[in-house]
Nanobody
Framework: VQLVESGGGLVQAGGSLRLSCAAS????????MGWYRQAPGKQRELVAT????????NYADPVKGRFTISRDNAKNTIDLQMNSLKPEDTAVYYC????????????????WGQGTQVTVSS
């Protein structure tokens, strides 16, 4: 299984970016999907998660009202629309999926992407 993020970059404060993450491999099902971020010198933190049905979404307080998480179960993708970006949103953003694979259908585990850099200038 491989998770590949895209969409990061440099943006001015107040601007927008859209991150995407695609999961590939011998996937049987994907449960919770989410985005995390890690700023320099800080621990990785939750940004947002979305349940398998897409109806239950959870956001960290600093991003509520500015970020929107969505998923496409047919394509095994997850997106993060980030609006009204602030310099404090600068971080490496990682997607995380809880995946059941075809070869191990009795269990599931978390997989991480390689990360994509988001830099917000003031």
């Amino acid at each position: 299984v491989q998770l590949v993020e895209s969409g990061g970059g440099l943006v001015q404060a107040g601007g927008s970016l859209r991150l995407s993450c695609a999961a590939s491999g011998r996937i049987f099902s994907i449960e919770t999907m989410g985005w995390y971020r890690q700023a320099p010198g800080k621990q990785r933190e939750l940004v947002a998660t979305i349940a398998s049905g897409g109806g239950n979404r959870n956001y960290a307080d600093p991003v509520k009202g500015r970020f929107t998480i969505s998923r496409d179960n047919a394509k095994n993708t997850i997106d993060l629309q980030m609006n009204s970006l602030k310099p404090e949103d600068t971080a490496v953003y990682y997607c995380n999926d809880r995946i059941t694979t075809v070869q191990a259908m009795w269990t599931s585990r978390n997989y991480w992407g390689q990360g994509t850099q988001v830099t917000v200038s003031s």
